[in-house]
């Protein structure tokens, strides 16, 4: 059973800095305690990035993140605070959202790594729209992770760990595919009564052949589609003869299959004769 | 566009199938390997198998149960069946109907001499009774519940579906989630109610994401 937990801020952080700096009044704040900060978070000029952020407001998060991260500078020397530098204390840019292409911190190095069943199509059919366009997405990155990891062990020529994951993951993903197809087109029978999302209709080619054309969207009506125009729905009145020519062809072929299929069952029949329940095979 | 990265991925897959010939010589190894490869090159050709056609329901043997070898080198002795090849109506058992050879040679040195087990035919195989542990003829039956259960004909015995461990070692009674699985409740919560909205309709409901432009026209054919 998939489900990404997002990476939660880290406790050492949480006392010595303001984080996701959103306000002048947090940062005036800040620049008192910048000199008293400093000394502690000299050694960590490197920031672990944040993506805390609850499954039903992601896209609140996400505009702030991409503020906060625009107002971060680069200072990398603790001397430069002065009672002049009435800033607050900037860390180096956080690389923000990469490490969503990893694994957890935990199961870099290891050979294998645990990982539950992929998703269902009967388990994914009870869940509501919403559920499944963000366990897409769960879907989606996880794949990209184990994609990287693949990658990355092909160019250091060492064995994936548990690259069974990988196919777990495709086949989840295939069945919220399947099952949400299976309600866009209950719907869409029950609303307008096509069987098809995308128009299409029976069309014959140039050669003779039947084939279910599937329309394309354009822009201008057909009749000023110049292209269009030149293609050929019908065939040549010398390739007439060779449509019959190759339907007894195919009916001939169909025959000879199921004969084959027949002679080779009795054959079966004739060495294996079928035994009644009563004879044992002691 | 999600039909679009649909097809392409039935298309990508198609090409990385292996195909093989119709009268593809089937044997205990695996096609990819290099021993079945050695065995049958492309272009070989042998004698083809007829094998009894069994459907599906009416098989009787799986991979786990306890068997008798009824005839062959190992007659008489029981064991555990440890792989069922059904389209050649194949048994492996553990460690019985062996023959020995060397794995793993390379230049001077021979290689380790293990014992590997030959397939052995449906038809040589029974099905043991647990009551007398006597071998037996078995019936497809139906209980009182409707349920399909394997009965012994000599002694009207159920035999019950053999517990086999999987070949991941996982042991579904024992598992415990990790950090990215969901919890079975969870998974298995309702929250689905049906309606006229699609998809997308929905999302963008509860993401309050207002489309006011409306398509252009555009011409389908």
Known sequence: ?282 | MRQISMRLTALLSMAAKAAFPHDYRYGTNRPWTIAAQRLNPPGKKRRKVFVEPIANEDWHVLRGDTVEILSGKDKGKQGKVAQVFRRRSWVILEGLNTHYRYIGRSGDYRGTYIASEAPLMLKDVTLIDPTDRKPTDIEWRYTEEGERVRVSVRTGRIIPKPVYQRRDGIIPQQWKDGPKDTSPEDTLQKTFTPSLKTLEEEVMEKMNIQEDRRPRKSYWY
């Open chain 1, 1 to 282: 059973m998939f489900c990404c937990s997002y990476i939660l801020l880290s406790d050492r952080w949480r006392c010595t800095l303001p984080f996701i700096v959103s306000s002048d009044i947090v940062k005036m704040a800040a620049a008192v305690t910048s000199r008293l900060t400093a000394a502690v978070c000299r050694q960590f000029q490197r920031v672990v990035t944040v993506s805390s952020h609850t499954q039903s407001q992601y896209a609140a998060q996400a505009s702030s993140k991409f503020h906060s991260c625009q107002r971060r500078r680069m200072y990398d020397s603790w001397w430069f605070r002065s009672a002049l530098n009435d800033r607050a204390l900037h860390t180096s840019c956080v690389r923000k959202g990469l490490e969503d292409f990893f694994d957890l911190p935990e199961n870099w190095g290891e050979q294998t790594v645990k990982s539950g069943a992929p998703w269902t199509a009967k388990q994914l059919r009870v869940k509501s729209n919403e559920d499944l366009h963000k366990l897409w997405y769960v879907f989606l990155k996880e794949k990209n992770m184990l994609l990287t990891l693949e990658q990355e062990a092909k160019r250091q020529r060492l064995p994936m760990p548990s690259p069974e994951r990988l196919k777990k993951v495709e086949r989840s993903i295939m069945r919220l595919d399947t099952v949400v197809k299976e309600r866009e087109d209950s719907l869409r029978l029950l609303q307008t009564g096509q069987e098809r999302g995308r128009p299409g209709e029976w069309r014959r080619n140039v050669f003779g052949k039947t084939f279910w054309y599937r329309f394309r969207e354009h822009p201008i009506p057909w009749y000023l589609n110049s292209r269009y125009k030149r293609r050929r729905f019908f065939e040549p009145s010398h390739v007439a003869p060779y449509t019959r020519l190759s339907l007894e062809k195919y009916l001939r072929s169909k025959i000879r299959k199921e004969t084959r299929e027949n002679r080779n069952q009795k054959r079966l029949a004739a060495m294996f004769p079928k035994k009644t329940a009563l004879a044992s095979d002691h």
